[in-house]
Structure formats: structure tokens, C-alpha cells
């Protein structure tokens, strides 16, 4: 094991922390205020990519698809939520699934309709296209790091407006008594709105972040929001700590588990054995994980107070 | 249970219904070999396979409340206990039909362990995560195809007993095995175990303090759950002589629960509607349109918005509006 490869590993693993961590804020949200689960969530971290993909092209700059694509992301979110999972709150969660899985294939025909069936690749722009070298043999790649410093900022912003503002204190109030906050005469639907709009426009952030390394494609949506589930019920569902914990955690140790796992795995049994069980062990280590969690605490690392 | 005055009475109806619909299926391979259209001696024999799924998903979603979003890695299990025997030239069927449903039970004991200590969301959740472990564990398998999956090259041995490869024995096979599935599961939930399965449905802390250990009840339930679907996965894995984890992915899982939702949940025919109704909408709609994912999505949300209670209940609402009028 040499150094290099293991902070390169490390960096991957923080990389996909924080990602995971983008799109489960709006997923654990949402089902915090308004108990609502949400499969479509990773419909919108695609659609932010493609949206961010198209004006790339348009305007050939990666930051104008950024900027645009996030409002963009917001009204696709905004107009879900008005048309579709506005008339689903009262119903029960197997409705819930349901109606998102409808959702899901919507958006995913629809996508296929719009982009075609083929992936979109983004180019990365020059000025984030290379390299830093902190040492003689280690290399990073530049976009890995702005990959992490947007999460993390976006991080610390979402847990600002949480703790720190006027339209946090409600979103936790609701959470933890939605009837009391309604009595007390807030306008809880349109907070959740608000919520599950943003939250689609957060999920869509990450998905603009990764298209330039893996490009945008119609499935992206639904393999993130299976390990996104695990995540905020490692973390505890509600729970915005909870799912930044659970992101960096299942991020470094499904990187580190698919890189280093033989090796570890060579330390009991025999070499030949190791490389055959490694990668089917590797690909389901954060399910083990979860399992794990469960078995102790059911509830999560972080559950919400007052549930 | 309908709490209507009526429901006595119009308790032999589902029944009459869902027994002409039986006899129908009965009937169907002689009339396809009429109409010379084998290839819906296909749909049929798939959606009778589909049936039995649905059916064992129905039995803990419908009766027991538990929404298992990972129901397809069960089909998976029992087509790789056909697949994986059959890649070292053993081609037992008794073998095959075992280790199906003894694996499926015994992947449903442990995961049900743990996901019925969570409820609602949380089991949702958890049962689709590890449906999704599965796949992602025979992606991995290189041995046995990984991601291209694996080619039974010869179905499944019954000796002298059943030619699997005789296409109306099979499909007669599935049809059997479906009725013995329907029968186990309608005498399961009118059964005192039955019974505690639904009480804990409907409130479970009141099924506790008289005294049921209702986590036992309902992981039994998943686990014959399991085992019944394990049995279907056998029957799919001789039927498309193919296996790969995409039959495992959790989308596969949510068209079962749509299914099992579109015919009628809690009821012992709904299922059979649903995955008929499911393959014929699948089959038009794909016949139109390379996009009728679009139109399929559209109506899944319409359906959970305004039919309540699927085809079951619509014929059961048909039913007892025509006795009024009379």
C-alpha cells in the first residue's frame, strides 16, 4: 500500500461521501417534515445533470450549467411536488412508493424522449482540468477536491439554514409536531413546497457535480437512491446530521472496501479464495453495514427527537 | 374483510369469479393452439409464474402489512438455484425445486429477522436495500456470469414424471402450482395464524398485549413468503433458460407490488388480475410505442390516485351496485 493510493482512495471516498450526502439532505427532509418517502428523489439528481449537460452545450461553460441548471432542477422539483405528491400526503406509504415509481419511469422515458437513450458527456472545463501535487508522488485532481469543497459547503450552508434561520426553526418545528406548528398558523404545505423543491435542486447539484467524471445517463437517478436509502437509515430518517454522518461513512467504506478489501480479506484465508470473495463482499459491504446498524440500534446512529 | 352487511354473501362471488378465471386459464392452450398465436402461450405461462409471486408478496403486503420492496431477489434465488446446479451438470428437478425454496427461506429468515425489527418506512427501506445487496452480489459473481448472466442449457429433470420441455405440460405445471399457492395462501390467512398475521396488520401493539409474539408471526409469514416466491423463481429460471440479476434489480421488485396493488390487495384472486393485467397493458402499450414506460408511469400514479383497492375491488364494487339495482 503505497501513500498515494490510499489518499487517492481516500479523496474518492470523501468525494462519494459528499455526494450521497447532497442527495440524501432533501430525502431526509422531506420524509422528516412531511413523512413522505420519495423514490423519484434520484430522478432529480439526473435531471440536474442533464440540465446542467444542456446549457453547458448551450452557452459552452460548465459554470452557466451549474447556475442554470440548479432553478431549472428547483421547478422540475417545484412542479412535482404541485402536480403528483402534494394529493399523496394522506395517503400510506405503500401509495407513496407507488406513485414514485410511477414518477420514476416518467421521468425516465422522459429524459430518454428529450436527451435519447445514449449518456451525455460534459466536458470539464480547463481552469478545473488539472492537477495539484502537495508532494513529490502524490497527485489530485483538481475537480475531486471542488467536488468536495462544494459538498461541504453546501453542507455547512444547509446546516445553517437549519439551526440558524427562521425557515430552519420551522422546518424542525414541523418535524418534530406538524400539527402544532400548522395550529400555531404557518403554512405548512407551502413550507414542504419549498422543501421538496429545494431538496430536488440540492440531489440535482450533485448530479451536475459527477457528470463530467461519469456523464450524465438515464439509470444514474436509480442507483444512487438505493444506497441513499441506506444512508439515512444508517444515519436515522429525519435526520439532517444523521445523513451527513451516514454519507461520509458508507461513502469511505464502500471506496475503501472495492480497493483494499483483498488485501485485508489475504490476512485469514488463502490468496486465490480472497480475490474471488472480495468483490462480491466489497459491492455488499454498506448492506452489511446497515444490517449491522440495525441489528443495534433499529432507529438509526442519529434518530430525530421527538418522533 | 369488508365490514359491509353484505359481505357474507357476497363472500362466494370473488370466489365464482376467481374459480371462472382459474378454468379459463385451463382452457387457454388449446385455444392459442387453435388460433396458431404460440406466442402468447408465452405471456400466459410467464404470467401464470408472475402469478405465484405475486401471490406470496400478496400474503405479507396485503394480509400481514408488511410492504416488502425486495420481493424479487426472492425470483432471483430460486432461478439461480435452477442456474447454478445446472452450470455443474446437475439438472435434478426435485433438487432444484428444494434448494430453491429452502435458499429463499433461509435469505428470508435472516434479512426478515432483521428488517421486522423496523417498521413503515424504515422496512420498506431495508427490504429493498437488501434486495439490492443481492444484486450487486451476483453482479459480482464472475463465476456465474456476474453482470451477463448465466444460460441454463437444460431445464429442469422431472425423469418420467414431467417434460419440462413440453410447453402446454409446463404451462399446465404453473397453473397447478398456482392453484396449490392460491389454496395454501387463502387456507394460511382464514387460519388462527392467519388471524394474528392480519390482527398485527391492523394494530399490533393490541395483538402484543393479548399475548401473540407477533414478530414471530409475521417473520414466519415472510419467511413462507420467501419460499413461495423461491418456487416461482424456479419455475422462471426454466422458463427463460436464462438468469441474470437484472431479474433481481428493485425495479422488478416494484412492478410486483404494482402488480399485487393493481389486482386487489388482501384478496386471494387479486393477484392473478393484477399480473394479467399488468402483461396486457405491457404488451399493447409496448406494441404502440418504444416510450410506453411513459404512458405505463402515468398510469401507475393515476391508478394509486383514484382506484382505490384495484381490479378486486372494482368487480367487487361492479358486483354488489348490480345486486342493488336488482
Known amino acids: 500500500m503505497d501513500a498515494s493510493l490510499v489518499i487517492t482512495q481516500l479523496l474518492n471516498g470523501m468525494q462519494l461521501g459528499v455526494l450521497l450526502f447532497l442527495v440524501c439532505a432533501g430525502l431526509t427532509l422531506v420524509f422528516g417534515i412531511m413523512d413522505f418517502i420519495n423514490l423519484a428523489h434520484g430522478s432529480f439528481y439526473m435531471i440536474g445533470a442533464y440540465m446542467c449537460g444542456t446549457v453547458t452545450m448551450i452557452t459552452d461553460s460548465f459554470l452557466i450549467g451549474v447556475l442554470l441548471g440548479i432553478p431549472l432542477t428547483l421547478a422540475v422539483g417545484y412542479l412535482t411536488e404541485l402536480t403528483v405528491v402534494r394529493r399523496l400526503y394522506q395517503r400510506d406509504h405503500l401509495d407513496h412508493v407507488l406513485a414514485t415509481f410511477g414518477l420514476i419511469l416518467i421521468f425516465d422515458t422522459g429524459v430518454h424522449l428529450i436527451w435519447g437513450a445514449g449518456g451525455m458527456a460534459i466536458p470539464l472545463p480547463q481552469w478545473l482540468d488539472s492537477q495539484i501535487r502537495p508532494a513529490e508522488d502524490i497527485v489530485i485532481p483538481t475537480y475531486r477536491v471542488a467536488i468536495i469543497v462544494v459538498g461541504l459547503a453546501v453542507a455547512g450552508g444547509l446546516y445553517y439554514v437549519v439551526t440558524k434561520t427562521r425557515v430552519g426553526m420551522l422546518i424542525r418545528a414541523g418535524a418534530s409536531n406538524r400539527t402544532m406548528v400548522e395550529a400555531l398558523g404557518v403554512d405548512i404545505k407551502k413550507l414542504f413546497t419549498l422543501v421538496f423543491a429545494a431538496g430536488a435542486a440540492i440531489a440535482g447539484v450533485a448530479g451536475m457535480m459527477i457528470s463530467p467524471i461519469t456523464e450524465a445517463s438515464i439509470g444514474m437517478g436509480n442507483e444512487i437512491i438505493i444506497v441513499a436509502f441506506v444512508v439515512i437509515i444508517i444515519g436515522g430518517i429525519g435526520s439532517i446530521k444523521g445523513a451527513f454522518v451516514g454519507a461520509l461513512i458508507v461513502g469511505l467504506i464502500d471506496t475503501l472496501g472495492r480497493s483494499y478489501l483483498d488485501q485485508f480479506l489475504k490476512l485469514f484465508m488463502g490468496a486465490e479464495n480472497a480475490e474471488t470473495a472480495a468483490p462480491a463482499i466489497s459491492a455488499m459491504l454498506v448492506y452489511i453495514l446497515m444490517a449491522i446498524v440495525l441489528a443495534v440500534r433499529p432507529q438509526g446512529l442519529f434518530p430525530p427527537k421527538v418522533r | ?326
Open chain 2, 1 to 326: 374483510m369488508s365490514s359491509r352487511p353484505n359481505s357474507i354473501f357476497s363472500a362466494p362471488r370473488w370466489l365464482i369469479i376467481g374459480v371462472v378465471v382459474m378454468v379459463l386459464l385451463a382452457f387457454a392452450p388449446p385455444i392459442i393452439e387453435a388460433l396458431d398465436q404460440a406466442f402468447w402461450l408465452d405471456v400466459f405461462t410467464r404470467m401464470l409464474i408472475l402469478s405465484i409471486a405475486a401471490a406470496s408478496l400478496n400474503l405479507i403486503l396485503g394480509f400481514g402489512g408488511m410492504v416488502s420492496f425486495g420481493h424479487a431477489a426472492f425470483l432471483g434465488i430460486g432461478a439461480y438455484a435452477v442456474g447454478i446446479p445446472a452450470y455443474y451438470d446437475e439438472y435434478s428437478g426435485f433438487l432444484h425445486i428444494l434448494l430453491a425454496v429452502a435458499c429463499a427461506a433461509l435469505y428470508a429468515l435472516i434479512t426478515g429477522a432483521i428488517s421486522l425489527r423496523t417498521k413503515g418506512v424504515h422496512f420498506i427501506m431495508i427490504t429493498m436495500a437488501f434486495g439490492q445487496m443481492m444484486f450487486y452480489g451476483f453482479v459480482s459473481l464472475e463465476e456465474y456470469g456476474g453482470d451477463d448472466g448465466l444460460i441454463i442449457y437444460e431445464r429442469s429433470n422431472f425423469g418420467d414424471l414431467i417434460d419440462m420441455y413440453d410447453d402446454t405440460t409446463f404451462y399446465y405445471v404453473c397453473l397447478v402450482s398456482l392453484a396449490v399457492v392460491l389454496f395454501i395462501v387463502h387456507r394460511l390467512v382464514n387460519s388462527r395464524f392467519g388471524m394474528v398475521v392480519k390482527g398485527s396488520k391492523s394494530n399490533e401493539r393490541r395483538m402484543g398485549a393479548l399475548g401473540f409474539p407477533t414478530y414471530r408471526y409475521r417473520l414466519t409469514a415472510y419467511v413462507i413468503s420467501g419460499a413461495i416466491c423461491g418456487y416461482a423463481g424456479a419455475l422462471l429460471g426454466n422458463f427463460t433458460e436464462f438468469i441474470s440479476p437484472e431479474m433481481m434489480d428493485w425495479t422488478r421488485s416494484g412492478e410486483l407490488i404494482f402488480m399485487v396493488v393493481l389486482g386487489g390487495t388482501a384478496t386471494i384472486f387479486g393477484p392473478v388480475y393484477g399480473v394479467l393485467a399488468f402483461l396486457v397493458i405491457e404488451e399493447i402499450l409496448s406494441a404502440i410505442t418504444t416510450y410506453w414506460h411513459l404512458i405505463f408511469g402515468l398510469l401507475l400514479v393515476l391508478v394509486v390516485l383514484f382506484v382505490q383497492g384495484g381490479i378486486a375491488g372494482l368487480l367487487r364494487r361492479w358486483f354488489s351496485k348490480k345486486k342493488e339495482a336488482v
